[in-house]
């Protein structure tokens, strides 16, 4: 069964940085881009960053240009997505996804607060 799980959200003040991880299993990460999205409380879903299969290509969403890098480890079957420089504006449930258009499979998200 393929499974897609997030961790490394919280709480952090303005400035502040967070990395996130998606552990992929049922399924090898290697075949796929992987996606990053974001749903802030009552906006739309909105694509924030993907890598290519080998890592070599990579995109950014223009509000986080800059501030996070994603990358991924084929070897150990995992995202990730390092973000520096947080604003609040970033606050929103993350979303890691096999895929970016179209996405295969979903993770469940996990929650980044940018607040004093």
């Known amino acids: 069964q393929a499974q897609l799980v997030e961790s490394g959200g919280g709480l952090v003040q303005p400035g502040g940085s967070l990395r996130l991880s998606c552990a992929a299993s049922?399924?090898?990460?290697?075949?796929?881009?992987i996606g990053w999205f974001r749903q802030a409380p009552g906006k739309a879903r909105e694509g924030v960053s993907c890598?290519?299969?080998?890592?070599?290509?990579?995109y950014y969403a223009d509000s986080v240009k800059g501030r996070f890098t994603i990358s991924r480890d084929n070897a150990k079957n995992m995202g990730y997505l390092q973000m520096n420089s947080l604003k609040p504006e970033d606050t929103a449930v993350y979303y890691c996804?096999?895929?970016?258009?179209?996405?295969?499979?979903w993770g469940k998200g996990t929650q980044v607060t940018v607040s004093t």
């Open positions: 890598i290519s299969i080998r890592g070599d290509e990579t």
């Open positions: 049922g399924f090898i990460l290697d075949y796929y881009s």
């Open positions: 996804a096999q895929g970016w258009r179209p996405v295969g499979y």
